[in-house]
């Protein structure tokens, strides 16, 4: 098991440029997540999907958009990045399990200049 | 308005001391508690968690203990090894549904001297 895959690593973009982010368990968890990390935040919830086919706002979800493509990834896309968005993203999923444990990729490094 | 506080940003142990990382919360819907560790350039690894009907729960070295009425959770880690070096995120849910998220503090950068 590949567990979550995550792509790119690096990115580097131009204010007002768009990109989507991809993510991509093979656990076949129902839920997942994206989160993003600063310096000093820890991690925010950006949008998360508890089930294919729904899609929720977290508490920093201005600026992006999600897609819950089918139950085995989930996308993240920013249609007109600005540098407050320069940040590492993370995504995460879990199965319906008493203790809440989220698995996490490797995550993308995203700047915008 | 922050719900889960990690007020020391780091913390430096001796190689085979105890490692004490301490946790608050203010929402008291809180009831799922867990504690992730993360080394550079890689994502969050689940560690331990601790749900609010426990007081404790011990995995190895890790144990984390939860005081609900002071809404206050730590993690001890005994012995600590230099592997152990790493941030430690605290992370709480009010539920274990399929809409739970989690909440997380800003973490604790831990460092073990040999």
């Known amino acids: 098991n590949a567990g979550v895959t995550q792509t790119p690593k690096f990115q580097v973009l131009k204010t007002g440029q768009s990109m989507t982010l991809q993510c991509a368990q093979d656990m076949n968890h129902n839920s997942m997540y994206w989160y993003r990390q600063d310096p000093g935040m820890g991690l925010r919830l950006i949008y998360y999907s508890a089930s294919e086919g729904t899609t929720d706002k977290g508490e920093v979800p201005n600026g992006y958009n999600v897609s819950r493509l089918n139950k085995r990834e989930f996308s993240l896309r920013l249609e007109s990045a600005a540098p407050s968005q320069t940040s590492v993203y993370f995504c995460a999923s879990r199965d319906l399990d008493p203790y809440n444990e989220q698995f996490f990729g490797p995550g993308t490094r995203l700047t915008v200049l | 308005d922050q719900q889960v506080k990690q007020n020391s940003p780091s913390l430096s142990v001796q190689e085979g001391r105890i490692s004490i990382l301490n946790c608050d919360y203010t929402?008291?819907?809180?009831?799922?508690f867990l504690w992730y560790k993360k080394y550079p350039a890689e994502g969050p690894t689940f560690l331990i968690s601790?749900?609010?009907?426990?007081d404790k729960n011990e995995d190895g070295r890790f144990t984390v203990f939860l005081n609900k009425s002071a809404k206050h959770l730590s993690l001890h880690i005994v012995p600590s090894q230099p592997g152990d070096s790493a941030v430690y995120f605290c992370?709480?849910?009010?539920?274990?549904?399929?809409?739970?998220?989690?909440?997380f503090g800003k973490g604790i950068t831990l460092s073990v001297r040999p």
């Open positions: 992370a709480a849910s009010e539920e274990a549904g399929a809409n739970s998220k989690l909440t």
């Open positions: 601790i749900s609010s009907i426990k």
């Open positions: 929402n008291s819907m809180f009831d799922y």
